[in-house]
């Protein structure tokens, strides 16, 4: 039989993979937080405040409903989640995403 017939990927692969490719997009910083946020990838942003409410940091939600997906700031890392599976890829912030999320924060 030939590569093309073999097993599927499982859910956790497939989740994986897709939270490896959103940490792997915000490192490398090809495209700054801006334009990130304005090409309608962002679905909603929970806000991690302070006590002084003073922004912290955020949770960005990129994909719901069969994987919920989630840029963390805080932790710097995309988290995902998918029935029982669940996946944390790390990232480093290289499209200034903190900052931005910080100072729309403050708008």
């Not at 959103?22 to 962002?42: C, H, P, R, T, V």
């Not at 679905?43 to 302070?50: R, S, V």
Request: aromatic share 14%.
């Amino acid at each position: 039989m030939t590569q093309a017939l073999r097993k599927k990927d499982t859910t956790q692969d497939q989740l994986k993979n897709n939270c490896e490719h959103i940490a792997n997009e915000i490192s490398e910083g090809k495209i700054n937080a801006y334009d990130y946020f304005n090409d309608g990838s962002i679905l909603d942003i929970e806000w991690i405040i302070n006590n002084d409410k003073t922004y912290k940091a955020a949770r960005v939600l990129v994909a719901f409903g069969g994987p919920n997906i989630w840029i963390n700031t805080q932790t710097n890392t995309v988290d995902g989640y998918w029935w029982t599976d669940s996946y944390k890829a790390p990232f480093v912030d290289e499209m200034g995403l903190d900052d931005y999320l910080e100072e729309l924060y403050s708008c």
